[in-house]
């Protein structure tokens, strides 16, 4: 039986539970990197595809139009600016640009069309790179497997959660943890799926919300 | 010397970084506990006092106003329903009530008059319950010491969140981490306090807090 591709979370937070600034600004990430950069390498490798919402993806997207007309005027081709091309980009938009890099696929279908067609296809695990909004979609539609929390020992006091927020009562598991000596915390959580209590749950949360709404 | 009395947050928060539902629900923290009650028992016998922003207070006085009335009925002295007679609790509030259970004092003056008599004071280390509000305001007067925060390994989607928001880069050290079998991790943070810098980033976070307004 093939091996069932993972959908994970992969990100850094602040220890108050924040992935940006409000404006976006990730500055507090600029860090020295330990030698293996938390991971980042072995994780990398056990991945062959990129789930990203299109803000999340458009300054990759600027960069390649820039690229493009600097190449075109000097009548060359383009550089890649995706990923690697080992490295398969999914990125869910409404509106799917002119033109984009090779490796890059624009996705409209519904969430579950487009991972029941991932989980056909043969591959390894993929990267679900956010915001905020996409993991909160693909979360409510029981389709991230498990999440891998890189705490950094900040306090940024606000700015954009890691989930879109939402009542929720979605349980984890904890896999494993680990730290580094400069005090960057890794949470490894696999999302619960107990298929009736997972449906229960979100009925429940759906109802509670309603009442908020009243308010 | 006298050993400096610490002012700790000792909390949970769910892993999407929150410590309640947005109306104050905590349901979520309900749930079997570990022997050790998750290191509760250390703690409590470590601190002598508790810090209460004056709606985190709010439940137990009304218990309190409750059994003084039931006693009273019955020409009975009202029961302490503070957390035990050798814990003192501070309790911030302009508005403090006719009356109280005996162990709270309520608070007035300024955060650092306040701290500066507390570590006038021989005592064991100091317990700030919160809520965010009067979290975030001794943590941006460099009052507080260390974050003993407890994930619970579940996303509640939206709430209260630890500190209340605020534009802020405030380093911390990780001094230890622990988990339970149940997925627990308690992360044990100490505020990093370099004088210069810190006084630094205040100034550097209150401009930028001032340009962030102007939008």
């Keep these: 039986m093939m091996k069932e591709r993972k959908i994970i979370v992969y990100i850094a937070t602040s220890a108050d539970g924040y992935i940006a600034r409000p404006d976006g600004n990730v500055d507090w990430l600029n860090r020295p990197r330990p030698a293996d950069d938390y991971g980042m390498g072995a994780f990398y490798k056990s991945i062959d595809a990129i789930i990203w919402g299109r803000k999340t993806y458009e300054p990759l997207l600027q960069k390649f139009a820039a690229a493009k007309t600097k190449a075109t005027a000097r009548s060359k081709k383009p550089k890649a600016q995706s990923s690697g091309s080992r490295i398969k980009n999914y ?33 390894k695990d993929i990267w679900m790179m956010g915001g905020a909004g996409i993991i909160g979609s693909f979360l409510d539609e029981g389709e991230i497997d498990e999440f891998m929390i890189h705490v950094i020992p900040i306090f940024i006091g606000d700015g954009i959660p890691l989930v879109q927020p939402r009542h929720r009562s979605i349980p984890l598991k904890l896999l494993s943890m680990k730290s580094w000596p400069d005090g960057v915390v890794l949470l490894h959580y696999a999302v619960r799926t107990q298929p009736e209590s997972k449906s229960a749950s979100k009925k429940d949360g759906r109802a509670k919300t309603n009442k908020k709404r009243q308010h």
């Design 91 to 123: 990125i869910f938009s409404r509106q799917p640009p002119e033109t984009f890099p090779p490796g890059a696929e624009f996705v409209r279908e519904p969430i579950k069309e487009f991972t029941r067609r991932l989980h056909s296809e043969a591959g």
